[in-house]
């Protein structure tokens, strides 16, 4: 099987079983909070016409401002494609990303997509949907390396005697350096920032390199061929958040990502 199909396979299953973890904790809070008071989420939203999206338009290529001062991106089309599934037009509210949540529970916004990472400290305030991108540390090689990278093996023990590049600083940083502890043949070589890391294994000044999967989709999206993706080293799911107390919304925004999903939508959005 060739690498590129075992490794989109692999990363596919991986996100199945975070989708899985979380989809478990989502159904309980509605099933709670659905017996708890008369839901009317849902109805409220479609009867207005409107689902009110809020975002922090800073973070390309997931959302940011366009020339006329639009907001454009991954996360705002994703927005339109569930609103149109529910029947409605999504609208858009620019709010700093620690105002987010306070939005959500002050009622301002209807669901937070913006980039939002899984935080379980926070699902006692909020229904998070299934993951639909996994923004954590991955392990990305030339698209020429010729060795053979197996999604199960053990890849600080692979990488022995090669030489990866890292953000300075970052979590990537840090896998290599423990990685480095037992397997004292890796030689880490820090960089300035992510997009400098990809650019030295594309010049072949080092054999890998480590760094957060947006910096990498947006290294590929404008280097297309360059690099491949051996694996996710860490997990960093993006989920949509709806108020704890909209159990009817958050499900059916859920069951329309489900459908986006599976049909390729999502993909297509983060390959554009």
């Given at each position: 099987?060739p690498?590129?199909?075992?490794?989109?396979?692999?990363?596919?299953k991986?996100?199945?079983?975070?989708?899985?973890?979380?989809?478990?904790?989502?159904?309980?809070?509605?099933?709670?909070?659905?017996?708890?008071?008369?839901?009317?989420?849902l109805?409220r939203?479609?009867?207005?016409g409107?689902?009110?999206?809020?975002?922090?338009?800073?973070?390309?290529?997931?959302?940011?401002?366009?020339?006329?001062?639009?907001?454009?991106?991954?996360?705002?089309?994703?927005?339109?494609?569930?609103?149109?599934?529910?029947?409605?037009?999504?609208?858009?509210?620019n709010?700093?990303?620690?105002?987010?949540?306070?939005?959500?529970?002050?009622?301002?916004?209807?669901?937070?997509?913006?980039?939002?990472?899984f935080?379980?400290?926070?699902?006692?305030?909020v229904?998070?949907?299934?993951?639909?991108?996994?923004?954590?540390?991955?392990?990305?090689?030339?698209?020429?390396?010729?060795?053979?990278?197996?999604?199960?093996s053990?890849?600080?023990?692979?990488?022995?005697?090669?030489?990866?590049?890292?953000?300075?600083?970052?979590?990537g940083?840090?896998?290599?350096?423990?990685?480095?502890?037992?397997?004292?043949?890796?030689?880490?070589?820090?960089?300035?920032?992510?997009?400098?890391?990809?650019?030295?294994?594309?010049?072949?000044?080092?054999?890998?390199?480590?760094?957060?999967?947006?910096?990498?989709?947006?290294?590929?999206?404008?280097?297309?061929?360059?690099?491949?993706?051996?694996?996710?080293?860490?997990?960093?799911?993006?989920?949509?958040?709806?108020?704890?107390r909209?159990g009817?919304?958050?499900?059916?925004?859920?069951?329309?990502?489900?459908?986006?999903?599976q049909?390729?939508?999502?993909?297509?959005?983060?390959n554009?």
């Amino acid at each position: 099987m060739p690498f590129r199909e075992r490794n989109e396979q692999w990363a596919r299953k991986r996100l199945l079983l975070l989708a899985a973890a979380l989809i478990g904790l989502a159904v309980l809070i509605v099933a709670f909070f659905g017996r708890a008071h008369d839901d009317d989420s849902l109805r409220r939203v479609q009867s207005a016409g409107v689902l009110r999206v809020g975002l922090d338009a800073s973070f390309p290529p997931f959302e940011t401002l366009d020339d006329s001062g639009d907001v454009v991106g991954i996360d705002v089309e994703l927005a339109h494609l569930i609103a149109a599934r529910l029947g409605v037009r999504a609208e858009f509210a620019n709010i700093a990303f620690d105002g987010l949540y306070d939005a959500l529970q002050a009622g301002r916004i209807d669901a937070v997509i913006s980039g939002l990472p899984f935080d379980e400290r926070r699902t006692r305030d909020v229904i998070y949907s299934r993951p639909y991108f996994n923004a954590g540390q991955q392990l990305v090689v030339s698209s020429d390396d010729s060795l053979t990278w197996e999604a199960d093996s053990d890849w600080a023990v692979a990488l022995n005697g090669r030489r990866v590049a890292v953000e300075w600083g970052s979590l990537g940083d840090m896998y290599a350096r423990q990685w480095q502890a037992t397997n004292p043949g890796i030689q880490v070589v820090p960089h300035e920032d992510a997009a400098k890391a990809l650019q030295a294994v594309v010049e072949n000044q080092v054999d890998a390199a480590i760094a957060d999967a947006v910096s990498v989709h947006e290294y590929v999206r404008r280097h297309p061929g360059r690099l491949q993706v051996v694996r996710d080293v860490t997990d960093e799911p993006y989920v949509i958040a709806v108020h704890r107390r909209a159990g009817h919304l958050a499900a059916a925004i859920d069951a329309a990502l489900a459908e986006l999903l599976q049909s390729g939508a999502v993909q297509d959005l983060l390959n554009r």
